[in-house]
């Protein structure tokens, strides 16, 4: 690590000072000692001779050594893997053998590395020699030595510091070892290496070999919490082989990332780690990177993400007069490689990564392929072991003779036999790669709250309201409301309680009592002051001329135009006044959350959605502060296309609460559509930080990778994804097991319990409370031209079909494709009846009415008893004109006993298409089903036209005004009214109702048809009625 103040030829000065030694007990009077300071089989110096005090067992050392350090990547890794030992020595008498090791401790250099310039530390002395001399040297009082370290010049800097990091290796144990390993000779001594390749520098790589690796017999597990071990452990008595508070802890396997993790596995692992033979190493080693050395380790992984860890079992024969030959070890047939994928490191905030991963015989060709290297490091490192033992053997190596053409047919045939032994064996190994900090770094919650906030368009936060022409009618109903209850109190007083009028009196005479005395009270000036201002508001507010009227002829037209909305209001506060007089409370008259919700969701199905807008846009202005209504204004303009309004609505959510999840992952997909890839990222990293259990946030996020070419990130957030909907299909699992033993602890209910309920007669009144709640359980998602609800239960589910929900139901189209083609490639899924169910649900969307029937009817040949899928093709059926097919469909999803999720939706379209096919009974009957379910406008419309045809006038027209109070904008119910009252001989209610039929722009000609010769079969008929008056005249 070069600075500007040490450059590649200046070295650091590490000082090293031992305070004092605590708890030196020994049985002996006198005891002195040294100390001995080492590094790397190098020894930095010794100290004085010291005695032991006899009452506090403290000896003051006081001793200072210090060493130079070059400053080189190599010496930086070696300070990181190799500890400073310091050795206490026991000074004997000198009639007595030569001075012995009575204890050894030992310092680790790693905060150096880590920014510090000096550190302190207490570290336990351990007995050089083997129990049960330790306890008799006294040993159980645990001897420490304080010591100090520091550096003369900081080894690290903020920024330095800030870009390096250090990779921790750890080789836990192979298992399932082959059983040759197992035969080994008397006279022979067999070590277990195993050793990897990493990153040092920017140009240069170092090797990790790991070679005190123990053989051991099957029976028990390894011990869970045991503790990691030091590397070059030879150099080290047994009781510092440990790192301190370094231990292995139990992790379940479907949390490792490496190989052997299904569930298939799990049988032959528990059996491989409890009973059969195992190599243990259990050693952790450390390499500091710099910089460039950290840039490196990215990069060899993004060029390939498999490292070979390369595992074998070497033998060093002890027969006297036997040496090595290089030959021997040039094709070892205990030579095996396992390969780890390092992908996961290079995903944000990992930093660890632990696994099993299997061990196959080493090959070239096999290395060439997967890793683009055809040299072996370990036998690289064999070699320069081999010449090493050749070198200080001199010429006596070549005196033993040896056969080229033997030896090498020899190693020819012991690796045609023995290669696969690792296969055979089912080889596998535990590996852990650990840093620091994470190669990625993920981005914090704050931050990513910044740069969401960043991406949307500052404006002031605007609720939205009604607007002011609205608000005005809405006052001048009110007003017309108290006139018309005043009214009616004065013609009480007048004519009594019951306004029972003499057979003397005409309209014109009761009319002129009634204004001669709402004259003489004043009531008459004081209610036309109140309209006048009424009046006003709605001029200026709703009719707003935007000049003076200069010519005559424009303000009779404005005067005109006034007058007839004036007419029409007046009519609309009278049906609300009537309404009340059925039974209606006022106070009811403000529609609830859930019945705005419902309507909207009826409205957007059925496509009209300026009119689903503008209930979501109430529920806005009702309620706020609560996001959920915004983000479903926001769905419905995604259906109508206007995706720069939804948007709009979508920011404005996260205004409201900029944590509500949905709107995040919208405002993702929105930016995904556009191609604004680096836009879409923040919204969907901040909607996995919000709520990191949601299973379709992560799919979309790996949705997006996928996108951007990253194939590492996309699986590791698919991954989580599964792991994530497993959790949730467990919890599921486990509470429906409880449900069921619950159930079966109840005693048995009774037989009236039991028994088929018994077909009550219909009736048009509801409980509200009832009615809200349908309504609430209806509508807890926006709707959508094809079904707002969830798929059946029986549909298998994956990470995509749950995301496809949340999708269609915003008619995220694009990504919804996307999603459909990952479920089919999915190797557990294909064209199962889930993926044609959401398949015909998007190309419904995308109006291929006929694909989405062909792609249902696929999907009932495999499932023809799922109310979902029936139900969906009725209604590709119903929007292609083939109403009898779609009835066909209908009834048979009602009948099946899982009845349909878009269960009202079903029988609005089957009254409707009852209606056309004229059965009016059974339209009468599924309307008032659908009335009791879950009521609205449409059906009610619906029950009072099958009424209406079946002659049952009064039904009718309490259905029709039941309807006009829930929606006063539908022209039908207004047209149907009017031709009751022409049946019912009203003229004049009949014509106002007509009028407003037809300023509601009523399209259905062929109900306009019928009211004009329905008015000219009664004008017929009282001309005939008044010629027959005449005639008995």
Not at 144 to 172: G, I, Y
Not at 380 to 408: C, D, H, I, L, M
Not at 475 to 482: C, E, K, S, V
Not at 583 to 590: E, Y
Request: hydrophobic share 35%.
């Amino acid at each position: 690590m070069e600075t500007s103040e040490n450059t590649a030829g200046e070295k650091w000065t590490i000082g090293i000072t031992v305070v004092r030694g605590n708890k030196m007990k020994e049985t002996a009077d006198s005891f002195q000692s040294f100390l001995r300071v080492e590094m790397d089989q190098t020894m930095l110096g010794e100290s004085d001779i010291k005695p032991v005090d006899d009452v506090s067992h403290c000896v003051d050392y006081n001793f200072t050594c210090s060493f130079h350090l070059p400053n080189d990547a190599q010496a930086l890794s070696d300070m990181a893997l190799k500890p400073i030992i310091l050795t206490v020595i026991k000074v004997l008498p000198e009639e007595k053998q030569a001075d012995v090791a009575w204890g050894q401790a030992v310092v680790d250099l790693l905060p150096l590395l880590q920014g510090q310039s000096s550190f302190s530390a207490t570290v336990p002395l351990n007995p050089a020699t083997k129990a049960p001399a330790a306890e008799v040297l006294g040993f159980n009082s645990k001897p420490t030595l304080d010591v100090c370290v520091r550096v003369s010049d900081p080894m690290a800097f903020e920024v330095e510091l800030s870009a390096s990091n250090v990779l921790k290796v750890t080789v836990e144990t192979a298992y399932s070892v082959p059983e040759s390993w197992l035969q080994i000779s008397e006279s022979s001594l067999c070590t277990y290496t195993a050793a990897l390749e990493v990153p040092l520098t920017t140009e240069r790589d170092q090797v990790l070999e790991f070679c005190d690796g123990r053989l051991k017999v099957g029976g028990q597990r390894e011990e869970m919490g045991r503790q990691r071990k030091r590397p070059h452990q030879g150099l080290l008595v047994p009781g510092n082989h440990f790192l301190p508070a370094s231990f292995f802890y139990p992790e379940p396997i479907e949390q490792e990332n490496g190989e052997l993790t299904g569930p298939e596995d799990r049988t032959f692992r528990n059996e491989a780690e409890t009973k059969q033979s195992r190599v243990s190493w259990d050693t952790e080693m450390h390499c500091f990177l710099d910089a460039g050395g950290v840039t490196r380790l990215r990069q060899k992984i993004i060029e390939n993400r498999l490292w070979p860890v390369e595992i074998m079992r070497s033998i060093d024969t002890l027969a006297k007069g036997t040496k090595m030959q290089a030959e021997e070890t040039s094709e070892n047939p205990c030579h095996g490689v396992a390969f780890v994928d390092m992908r996961q490191l290079l995903c944000p905030g990992v930093s660890c990564i632990r696994g099993a991963y299997s061990i196959q015989p080493f090959s070239e060709e096999e290395l060439l392929r997967k890793v683009n290297r055809s040299i072996s490091v370990l036998k690289e490192q064999v070699k320069t072991a081999t010449n090493q033992v050749k070198g200080r053997a001199g010429s006596a190596a070549g005196k033993g003779g040896k056969n080229p053409n033997g030896s090498s047919k020899g190693a020819k045939d012991s690796k045609d036999t023995t290669r696969k032994i690792y296969v055979d064996a089912r080889t596998y190994i535990i590996i852990e790669m650990a840093l620091d900090k994470p190669l990625v770094p993920k981005t914090s919650p704050e931050e990513l709250s910044q740069r969401v906030k960043d991406l949307m368009p500052h404006r002031p936060s605007s609720p939205l309201r009604p607007s002011r022409a609205d608000q005005a009618v809405l006052d001048f109903h009110r007003q017309i409301g108290d006139v018309m209850d005043h009214v009616s109190n004065q013609l009480k007083e007048l004519f009594g309680a019951a306004c029972v009028m003499s057979g003397d009196c005409s309209e014109e005479q009761v009319l002129g009592q009634l204004m001669g005395a709402l004259h003489d009270s004043g009531r008459y000036f004081t209610w036309k002051k109140q309209l006048q201002h009424a009046v006003m508001r709605i001029v200026c507010d709703k009719m707003h001329p935007e000049e003076p009227f200069t010519d005559l002829q424009d303000f009779d037209a404005f005067i005109s135009k006034l007058y007839d909305c004036l007419k029409d209001e007046i009519g609309i506060a009278q049906q609300k006044e009537k309404m009340y007089s059925l039974g209606a409370d006022p106070v009811t008259i403000q529609f609830s959350c859930s019945q705005l919700r419902h309507f909207a969701s009826e409205a957007q199905f059925i496509g009209d959605y300026q009119q689903a807008a503008q209930y979501y846009q109430q529920l806005v202005w009702r309620y706020p502060n609560e996001a959920s209504h915004m983000f479903e204004l926001g769905g419905v303009y995604m259906f109508s296309g206007d995706y720069t309004k939804a948007k709009i609505c979508f920011h404005d959510c996260m205004s409201i609460q900029e944590t509500y999840q949905p709107s995040l992952m919208m405002c993702g997909v929105l930016e995904m559509m556009f191609g604004h890839y680096e836009k879409a990222k923040p919204f969907l990293e901040r909607a996995t930080a919000v709520d990191p259990t949601s299973v379709v946030a992560w799919t979309l996020l790996g949705l997006f990778h996928q996108c951007c070419n990253e194939s590492i990130l996309a699986e590791k957030a698919f991954v989580e994804a599964r792991e994530l909907l497993k959790a949730k299909e467990t919890t599921i699992q486990t509470q429906r097991e409880e449900d069921d033993k619950d159930e079966k602890k109840r005693d048995h209910p009774e037989e009236e319990e039991t028994a088929p309920p018994t077909c009550q007669s219909p009736t048009l009144k509801q409980d509200p409370e009832h009615s809200d709640q349908d309504s609430r359980a209806q509508n807890k998602l926006p709707a959508q031209s094809v079904s707002n609800r969830s798929p059946a239960a029986n549909l298998c589910t994956s990470i995509y079909t749950e995301t496809l929900q949340f999708l269609l139901q915003t008619c995220a189209l694009q990504m919804a494709e996307q999603a459909l083609s990952q479920e089919l490639l999915r190797p557990d899924g294909g064209r199962s009846v889930s993926f044609l169910y959401h398949l015909a649900k998007w190309q419904l969307l995308s109006n291929d009415y006929c694909s989405a029937a062909n792609s249902l009817r696929e999907a009932l040949f495999h499932n023809n008893q799922d109310a979902d899928v029936r139900s969906l093709l009725g209604h590709c059926y119903y929007l292609q004109g083939a109403f009898s097919d779609a009835q066909e469909c209908y009834e048979q999803s009602l009948n099946i006993q899982q009845q349909p999720s878009d269960c009202h939706f079903v029988l609005l379209r089957l009254g409707s298409v009852y209606l056309q096919q004229e059965k009016f009974k059974e339209a009468k009957a599924v309307c008032l089903k659908a009335c009791e379910q879950s009521p609205s406008c449409r059906t009610w419309l619906g029950l009072g036209a099958a009424c209406y045809r079946l002659g049952e006038l009064s039904v009718a027209e309490h259905a029709l005004t039941q309807a006009s109070y829930l929606n006063n904008q539908n022209p039908e119910v207004w047209v149907y009214l009017s031709l009751i009252c022409l049946k019912s001989d009203r003229k004049q209610e009949a014509e106002h109702f007509a009028e407003y039929s037809r300023r509601c722009n009523l399209k259905n000609e062929s109900l306009l048809q019928e009211v004009t010769e329905l008015k000219n079969q009664m004008s017929v008929g009282h001309q005939a009625s008044g010629l027959g008056t005449n005639s008995e005249a």
